[in-house]
């Protein structure tokens, strides 16, 4: 279904109207695969995408077609076949020509070590490990899981690391960036890169100069478009969208259709964000605390509706990067919210529920 009426802030960020002038780079996390499902720490083993992470990244191509961006010059994308899928399902969406498309283990989704293949909710980690050192592992930008040795299940040999850091996987996609993907984002060429969570986050954090310790605090969505444009020289140009990260220059493209489904999934009425902060305030006493925000944006994140995880993980980022009080008063928390919806969803709030 042809989408129109975008608001201005969309408009700019169309293929069609892109100046000649500038580079453009869509990065693109794959759909939902069968490991994102259970959730189990996938690394570089290679789930294949279920049935609704087709659907996801078909999606992707949809709207990218309806923005304009019905050409691609190349793609790049890893080894890896829920996100080497997930590029040609998006590109034959979008109604492109045949795309030379680069595969490179550079691009593969960060190595897990001895984790690799286990769920991540499995207690034999937790009993052995503990929570605290999990969550390091996950989190820390320079912390490793223990390596992988050779008899474990899904060993690979070299090229495949035995296990990384967030700052490793950041390294090998940036000398990869520098060397490869970068020097062909010349102007009026657009390039499609179709990764991973964290080799997304990696890339992301340099470009938009994230400090160190706030980059496990981007989330990357599974499947929504992200642009960049680049001039002449290298610098991105795209009009910042202000955090308290410093700002990012990627613009998420978050389509009509999926605003319109999270507006008939929250229904009701009065003001929504009201709605959520009485829900998760159990005790009444008119605060929340932050753990207990992320904990409730979390139940929401990854659900069946790409549109509600979306907003929840760029809600959550933006608590996350943030620096202030350990608890929040309603307008503290609207003013998180509101901040996302602004940024990605222009008049949503007012057009379908209203703030105080």
């Given at each position: 279904m042809e989408i129109t009426n975008l608001p201005t802030s969309f408009r700019c960020l169309t293929g069609a109207s892109s100046p000649k002038d500038l580079g453009t780079v869509v990065l693109l996390r794959h759909g939902q695969s069968e490991w994102n499902a259970v959730p189990t720490f996938s690394g570089w083993s290679d789930p294949k995408l279920t049935a609704r992470g087709i659907g996801e990244?078909?999606?992707a191509g949809d709207l990218l077609r309806v923005r304009g961006f019905r050409h691609f010059d190349l793609a790049?994308?890893?080894?890896?076949?829920?996100?080497?899928?997930?590029?040609?399902?998006?590109?034959?969406?979008?109604?492109?020509?045949?795309?030379?498309?680069?595969?490179?283990?550079?691009?593969?989704?960060?190595?897990?070590?001895c984790l690799q293949g286990r769920r991540k909710n499995d207690k034999d980690l937790f009993a052995?490990?503990?929570?605290?050192?999990?969550?390091?592992?996950?989190?820390?930008?320079?912390?490793?899981?223990?390596?992988?040795?050779?008899?474990?299940?899904h060993y690979q040999p070299p090229p495949a690391p035995r296990t990384e850091s967030l700052a490793d996987c950041q390294a090998r996609v940036l000398h990869y960036w520098q060397d490869v993907i970068f020097p062909t984002v010349k102007p009026g060429k657009t390039i499609l890169i179709a990764a991973h969570s964290n080799t997304i986050r990696a890339l992301v954090a340099h470009l938009d100069d994230v400090p160190e310790d706030k980059i496990s605090n981007l989330h990357i969505p599974?499947?929504?478009?992200?642009?960049?444009?680049?001039?002449?020289?290298g610098n991105s140009v795209l009009p910042p969208l202000e955090n308290a990260a410093g700002?990012?220059?990627?613009?998420?493209?978050?389509?009509?259709?999926?605003?319109?489904?999270?507006?008939?999934?929250?229904?009701?009425?009065?003001?929504?964000?009201?709605?959520v902060f009485d829900a998760w305030d159990t005790n009444g006493d008119g605060e929340l605390s932050k753990e207990?925000?992320?904990?409730?944006?979390?139940?929401?994140?990854?659900?069946?509706?790409?549109?509600?995880?979306?907003a929840a993980a760029k809600i959550l980022e933006e608590i996350a990067i943030d620096e202030g009080a350990a608890t929040l008063k309603p307008e503290e928390f609207q003013r998180y919210a509101s901040s996302v919806y602004?940024?990605?969803?222009?008049?949503?709030?007012?057009?379908?529920?209203?703030?105080?």
């Amino acid at each position: 279904m042809e989408i129109t009426n975008l608001p201005t802030s969309f408009r700019c960020l169309t293929g069609a109207s892109s100046p000649k002038d500038l580079g453009t780079v869509v990065l693109l996390r794959h759909g939902q695969s069968e490991w994102n499902a259970v959730p189990t720490f996938s690394g570089w083993s290679d789930p294949k995408l279920t049935a609704r992470g087709i659907g996801e990244a078909m999606e992707a191509g949809d709207l990218l077609r309806v923005r304009g961006f019905r050409h691609f010059d190349l793609a790049f994308t890893s080894q890896l076949v829920r996100a080497s899928r997930t590029c040609q399902l998006a590109l034959e969406a979008a109604g492109c020509d045949p795309t030379p498309t680069i595969q490179s283990y550079f691009l593969n989704e960060r190595h897990y070590g001895c984790l690799q293949g286990r769920r991540k909710n499995d207690k034999d980690l937790f009993a052995r490990y503990g929570k605290e050192q999990l969550t390091k592992w996950r989190r820390e930008f320079r912390a490793a899981p223990p390596p992988m040795e050779e008899d474990h299940e899904h060993y690979q040999p070299p090229p495949a690391p035995r296990t990384e850091s967030l700052a490793d996987c950041q390294a090998r996609v940036l000398h990869y960036w520098q060397d490869v993907i970068f020097p062909t984002v010349k102007p009026g060429k657009t390039i499609l890169i179709a990764a991973h969570s964290n080799t997304i986050r990696a890339l992301v954090a340099h470009l938009d100069d994230v400090p160190e310790d706030k980059i496990s605090n981007l989330h990357i969505p599974n499947s929504v478009p992200c642009v960049y444009r680049f001039d002449s020289e290298g610098n991105s140009v795209l009009p910042p969208l202000e955090n308290a990260a410093g700002g990012t220059r990627g613009h998420w493209l978050f389509s009509v259709e999926n605003m319109e489904r999270l507006k008939d999934k929250i229904g009701g009425t009065g003001s929504f964000l009201q709605s959520v902060f009485d829900a998760w305030d159990t005790n009444g006493d008119g605060e929340l605390s932050k753990e207990e925000i992320k904990a409730g944006l979390r139940q929401i994140m990854g659900g069946e509706d790409i549109a509600i995880s979306f907003a929840a993980a760029k809600i959550l980022e933006e608590i996350a990067i943030d620096e202030g009080a350990a608890t929040l008063k309603p307008e503290e928390f609207q003013r998180y919210a509101s901040s996302v919806y602004e940024k990605y969803m222009p008049g949503f709030l007012d057009d379908a529920t209203g703030t105080p």
